[in-house]
């Protein structure tokens, strides 16, 4: 038997490739599926099953390619609805895949089709749960992605807690437990770092699991402090219902190579968003007037995702030379299919075309420093978590994820500071503003961190009455 677990850091999402005697289950695979396809070619196995915990809100799976090129069958839990072919699984059905068998468990709660899947071995032993956003190792998965008008979040916590307490905690404490995320998933607030673990580990330091807890308290922690899910979420949830283009054929027609001047015609036709994914401190040198810059060294899909807020808005890329491919699939997997191409040569062909270039002011923290006695206006791009454990003093807190609600914010006629944790958040923020006019934006390089080295007076937050 062979359990892997194939992890996408840039989604903090767990897939699982799983094997015995020659045939194969995956469960919850990313949308670009020729990794599985080979896995199980190497091995001459036949991939049977292709398990859905949920209907994911946070990418495009890879289900119903999977199951177009390998024939596999596509199984879902108990009330999920598609509208292409697939399995519907009741509580407690029992899937043979090769020596051991799956069984799905249904668990709603996250959203009311969620399944959690029990491997059991050759000799009947309960070996691991799938949980996908049921449980993670620290957390449980945020009730508010799929309410309906007859349930409410907290409709959808209670269900959740009979779900962990019902199907989940009975289980033996040895039983490995694969989730679906792990931190920097926007579907549950406190993930840990690991993606494995066991239960048994869960019931002692998860807090939604306490022995103790009763239905109110569960439902009052797991709703507190919930920020909006990104625009996408929904959108995705459709798509993963309802089907999608083939990523081979969103590689096919994104991925086009448009010289200087027709990048700038079709720039200058259409209503299509320029994104950068160079490294930030490339693209604060210099940049294509009015684009925006989202790095692919960072968590780019989510934040594509998170700003760009429909997934149909036409995009033209600038990267690096030969990642258009590795660009065009990362979009693809929130579900941003609508490139019409990329720019031949990158930045440096524009740059040496003699086209008008702009670029970012960035200051080390140290220029910060003299500034901030002389009233300098300064933005906390950080997420309200970060912002409430520590900031500069009288500083307000402006979320990237919400930065369209603190426009109004934003002086135009004077200069003014953003900064990050890091430097990757504050220059997406300032690109985006510097679009839409705010030319007097300062990136702080080096954000938070570097703060923190000098002699800026900062605080600890009691509110975050700016935030959303």
């Not at 677990?5 to 840039?10: D, E, L, N, R, V």
Request: net charge negative.
């Amino acid at each position: 038997m062979v359990i892997e677990q194939i992890y996408t850091g840039c989604l903090a999402q767990g897939a699982y490739y799983i094997e015995s005697n020659g045939e194969v289950a995956i469960i919850d695979p990313l949308r670009e599926v020729q990794d599985y396809i080979e896995r199980a070619e190497k091995n001459k196995a036949k991939i049977r099953y292709i398990f859905e915990t949920h209907f994911h809100a946070d990418f495009v799976s890879g289900h119903l390619t999977l199951s177009k090129k390998t024939g596999g069958i596509i199984v879902f839990g108990p009330n999920a609805k598609t509208k292409f072919d697939s399995h519907t699984a009741f509580d407690g059905e029992v899937f043979k895949v090769g020596d051991i068998t799956i069984t799905a468990i249904h668990t709603p709660g996250h959203t009311m089709e969620s399944t959690t899947y029990l491997l059991k071995d050759k000799n009947g032993k309960d070996i691991a749960i799938f949980t996908g956003d049921t449980l993670f190792l620290g957390d449980v998965g945020r009730p508010d992605l799929a309410q309906k008008s007859n349930m409410s979040q907290e409709d959808l916590a209670a269900t959740l807690f009979d779900s962990l307490r019902t199907k989940i905690m009975p289980l033996a404490d040895d039983i490995t437990v694969y989730p679906a995320h792990g931190a920097g998933s926007a579907c549950g607030k406190n993930l840990s770092k690991e993606t494995v673990g066991t239960l048994g580990d869960q019931k002692q330091h998860n807090y939604a699991l306490r022995q103790d807890m009763t239905k109110e308290e569960f439902i009052k922690e797991v709703t507190d402090g919930l920020l909006p899910p990104p625009a996408y979420f929904p959108l995705n949830v459709a798509l993963n219902k309802e089907g999608y283009k083939s990523i081979d054929e969103v590689i096919k027609t994104g991925a086009k190579a448009l010289s200087v001047n027709n990048f700038e015609l079709v720039a200058n036709e259409t209503d299509a968003v320029i994104i950068d994914v160079r490294h930030q401190f490339e693209f604060v040198k210099g940049f294509i007037p009015q684009s925006i810059f989202i790095g692919l060294g960072g968590t780019f899909a989510p934040w594509v995702g998170s700003l760009i807020k429909d997934i149909h808005q036409p995009i033209l890329l600038v990267v690096p030379d030969n990642m258009e491919k590795e660009t065009i699939t990362r979009l693809s997997r929130v579900g941003f299919d609508n490139v019409l191409g990329y720019l031949s040569g990158g930045f440096e062909a524009w740059k040496t075309s003699g086209k008008e270039i702009d670029t970012l002011p960035s200051v080390p923290a140290n220029v910060l420093e003299q500034q901030i006695d002389k009233d300098a206006f300064v933005f906390d791009v950080r997420r309200p978590g970060e912002y409430e454990a520590e900031h500069i003093e009288n500083v307000p807190s402006t979320p990237l994820d919400f930065l369209n609600d603190h426009i109004s914010e934003f002086p135009t006629n004077k200069d003014f500071y953003v900064h990050c944790a890091g430097g990757y958040r504050s220059v997406i923020a300032a690109s985006i503003l510097k679009a839409r006019g705010y030319s007097k934006v300062i990136d702080v390089a080096g954000g938070y961190g570097a703060i923190k080295k000098t002699n800026i007076k900062r605080t600890q937050a009691t509110a975050c009455s700016n935030s959303k």
